[in-house]
T-cell receptor, first 113, second 111 residues
Framework: NAGVTQTPKFQVLKTGQSMTLQCAQD?????MYWYRQDPGMGLRLIYY???????DKGEVPNGYNVSRLNKREFSLRLESAAPSQTSVYFC????????????FGPGTRLTVL | TQLLEQSPQFLSIQEGENLTVYCNSS?????LQWYRQEPGEGPVLLVT?????EVKKLKRLTFQFGDARKDSSLHITAAQPGDTGLYLC???????????FGSGTQLTVLP
């Protein structure tokens, strides 16, 4: 039981390049989330998926797209990376038993030059 | 956008001291959670408080939810170096039950 896994762990991009961050959970959770964490700003929600087949914008969705591939997987895509997207990205999932407890992956540290 | 203000932002204390971290908002939350995050890892849930005025204890950590469900505090008694980490509060609200995170308190406990 690995919980929430994310790949890659580190990535360096040049401005304008694209990439997809992968996230998978093995806890049979319905809801999945993508956050970014910047110094002094806590975690900010980018996109979330309340269930398979649905996605919704969070607080900071501009410049990102997501795909809920199936119940296990939720990917985040940067079509044209910008230096302002340099951040640590966390994926999380939530089940229906605990009171909105979210389980987080280990994060992807992204640098855009 | 709802905001959660955490204070202090940084806290460095000696082993054995007590400390309190505050989480304040002008918005009402249906629940409030506290997470701890270690370097290079994702946040891990410590506790969820749901009822206004609720107090929960987790060993040396005491969590309180304000009566109006707008604020919360985390008190650590006799801090230990193992308590070092980033403490985040997060409030749940709205029909989508999204979490709004505070900016965090970086705690360092010196031996």
């Amino acid at each position: 039981n690995a919980g929430v896994t994310q790949t890659p762990k580190f990535q360096v991009l040049k401005t304008g390049q694209s990439m997809t961050l992968q996230c998978a959970q093995d806890m049979n959770h319905n809801s999945m989330y993508w956050y970014r964490q910047d110094p002094g700003m806590g975690l900010r929600l980018i996109y979330y998926s309340a269930s398979e087949g649905t996605t919704d914008k969070g607080e900071v969705p501009n410049g990102y797209n997501v795909s809920r591939l199936n119940k296990r997987e939720f990917s985040l895509r940067l079509e044209s990376a910008a230096p302002s997207q340099t951040s640590v990205y966390f994926c999380a999932s939530k089940g229906t038993i605990s009171y909105n407890e979210q389980f987080f992956g280990p994060g992807t540290r992204l640098t855009v030059l | 956008t709802q905001l959660l203000e955490q204070s202090p932002q940084f806290l460095s204390i000696q082993e054995g001291e007590n400390l309190t971290v505050y989480c304040n908002s002008s918005s009402v939350f249906s629940s409030l959670q506290w997470y701890r995050q270690e370097p290079g890892e994702g946040p891990v849930l410590l506790v969820t408080v749901v009822t206004g005025g609720e107090v929960k204890k987790l060993k040396r950590l005491t969590f309180q939810f304000g009566d109006a469900r707008k604020d919360s505090s985390l008190h650590i008694t006799a801090a230990q170096p193992g308590d070092t980490g980033l403490y985040l509060c997060a409030g749940e609200s709205g029909s989508a039950r999204q979490l709004t995170f505070g900016s965090g308190t970086q705690l360092t406990v010196l031996p």
